[in-house]
């Protein structure tokens, strides 16, 4: 994997303020060593030497950065962002192991079976994962240094999935997302508290906010190559060819035209981006914000996973009602139908009747 950063030590002090490793000096001289683009003669313009998605070609012209531009949002802006808006950002969107494509992910050996690991399953556990949406005297929180590069690097997301596009959004590494940052001044470079707080929300011990979900990448800029994914009509989404796609096609000659893909493979950088919407959203609670969505890094949506609804029903499709649905049911009868979060599940997650367990 060309590029591409690798974890080589342990992240200090992970849970108290922002720790300046080697791993968030890499992530630095990244941002800073991808290839300078070279500048279009005729025009004056930086261009990009690889544009995988496409950018270009809608009709967004990059322009020469100057090295400290960043977005240019005060915390009180960020702050008054009203709530809708990272709801929004937080919905979710809507392989077999010896398939997956993942480059940087785990190998297939290396992927578990689907069961956590031996927990304590006492009230406690079963409590957060019932009220998943509450908050515990245990709770882990983002320090209040942090909390104003939450919301910059909030705004920096989406205002990345907005030059790229929703879909192209789903598939982008942190490689190519830094790059874009260099040379799209609608995104901005990003800053060294923002590498450093991407690093700790990726390289953190999950179960230290009380999330039992296995790690399926190990590297940040793991990416997913666009050549193995499918973009599955009318949903805007993708998933990865094989497994998964002929699941999900399955799903839909068996059920009908009632059921919809509302959210396929997903990357590092999407899953970020989800994480820090529904950290934001939940207080600065990151153990509540791993109860609703897998830490970056444990998403099963990175390699196979994908999300399904009723046609028409929007966010409710994200909710427990969705188990109420005549889909869901049918889905229940179908017998192959498996759903990787359960009621009372051992993860320390949320019942996701939505989420199709393929890996």
Same mark, same amino acid.
């Given at each position: 994997?060309?590029?591409?950063?690798?974890?080589?030590?342990?992240?200090?002090?992970?849970?108290?303020?922002?720790?300046?490793?080697?791993?968030?000096?890499?992530?630095?001289?990244?941002?800073?060593?991808?290839?300078?683009?070279?500048?279009?003669?005729?025009?004056?313009?930086?261009?990009?030497?690889?544009?995988?998605?496409?950018?270009?070609?809608?009709?967004?012209?990059?322009?020469?950065?100057?090295?400290?531009?960043?977005?240019?949002?005060?915390?009180?802006?960020?702050?008054?962002?009203?709530?809708?808006?990272?709801?929004?950002?937080?919905?979710?969107?809507?392989?077999?192991? =010896?398939?997956?494509? #993942?480059?940087? +992910?785990?190998?297939?050996? /290396?992927?578990? !079976?689907?069961?956590?690991?031996?927990? @304590?399953?006492?009230?406690?556990?079963?409590?957060?994962?019932?009220?998943?949406?509450?908050?515990?005297?245990?709770?882990?929180?983002?320090?209040?240094?942090?909390?104003?590069?939450?919301?910059?690097?909030?705004?920096?997301?989406?205002?990345?999935?907005?030059?790229?596009?929703?879909?192209?959004?789903?598939?982008?590494?942190?490689?190519?997302?830094?790059?874009?940052?260099?040379?799209?001044?609608?995104?901005?470079?990003?800053?060294?508290?923002?590498?450093?707080?991407?690093?700790?929300?990726?390289?953190?011990?999950?179960?230290?906010?009380?999330?039992?979900?296995?790690?399926?990448?190990?590297?940040?800029?793991?990416?997913?190559?666009?050549?193995?994914?499918?973009?599955?009509?009318? =949903?805007?989404?993708? #998933?990865?060819? +094989?497994?998964?796609?002929? /699941?999900?096609? !399955?799903?839909?000659?068996?059920?009908? @035209?009632?059921?919809?893909?509302?959210?396929?493979?997903?990357?590092?950088?999407?899953?970020?981006?989800?994480?820090?919407?529904?950290?934001?959203?939940?207080?600065?609670?990151?153990?509540?914000?791993?109860?609703?969505?897998?830490?970056?890094?444990?998403?099963?949506?990175?390699?196979?996973?994908?999300?399904?609804?009723?046609?028409?029903?929007?966010?409710?499709?994200?909710?427990?009602?969705?188990?109420?649905?005549?889909?869901?049911?049918?889905?229940?009868?179908?017998?192959?139908?498996?759903?990787?979060?359960?009621?009372?599940?051992?993860?320390?997650?949320?019942?996701?009747?939505?989420?199709?367990?393929?890996?």
């Amino acid at each position: 994997m060309r590029g591409n950063v690798k974890r080589r030590d342990v992240l200090a002090g992970i849970l108290g303020g922002v720790g300046f490793t080697a791993g968030n000096a890499c992530l630095w001289h990244l941002a800073d060593k991808h290839s300078t683009p070279a500048a279009s003669a005729d025009s004056g313009h930086v261009v990009l030497d690889d544009d995988p998605y496409n950018v270009m070609k809608e009709g967004l012209k990059p322009v020469q950065i100057e090295p400290e531009t960043v977005i240019r949002a005060t915390v009180g802006e960020a702050t008054d962002l009203p709530d809708s808006a990272y709801v929004k950002a937080a919905q979710p969107e809507a392989l077999k192991p =010896s398939t997956a494509k #993942l480059e940087g +992910g785990l190998k297939p050996e /290396q992927l578990d !079976k689907g069961e956590p690991p031996v927990v @304590d399953t006492s009230t406690d556990l079963l409590d957060k994962v019932r009220n998943f949406d509450g908050d515990f005297v245990d709770d882990v929180y983002l320090t209040e240094a942090e909390r104003p590069t939450l919301h910059s690097l909030f705004l920096r997301f989406e205002n990345a999935e907005k030059v790229i596009g929703h879909g192209n959004f789903n598939l982008l590494s942190f490689d190519k997302l830094f790059q874009y940052g260099r040379n799209f001044s609608q995104i901005g470079r990003f800053t060294k508290p923002e590498f450093a707080l991407i690093d700790k929300l990726f390289f953190t011990e999950a179960e230290n906010y009380g999330f039992f979900g296995r790690r399926v990448t190990t590297e940040l800029t793991a990416r997913i190559p666009v050549e193995d994914t499918v973009k599955i009509p009318r =949903s805007g989404h993708f #998933l990865l060819k +094989g497994d998964a796609t002929s /699941q999900y096609e !399955k799903l839909q000659r068996d059920i009908g @035209d009632s059921i919809i893909l509302t959210s396929g493979i997903r990357g590092n950088v999407k899953q970020m981006h989800l994480f820090v919407a529904k950290c934001l959203s939940s207080n600065y609670n990151l153990s509540r914000a791993s109860r609703s969505l897998a830490p970056p890094g444990h998403s099963y949506h990175g390699i196979g996973d994908f999300d399904v609804g009723r046609v028409g029903w929007g966010y409710a499709n994200f909710t427990d009602k969705f188990a109420q649905t005549d889909e869901f049911k049918r889905m229940q009868d179908l017998g192959y139908v498996r759903i990787r979060y359960t009621q009372d599940n051992r993860f320390g997650v949320r019942f996701e009747p939505w989420h199709i367990k393929v890996v």
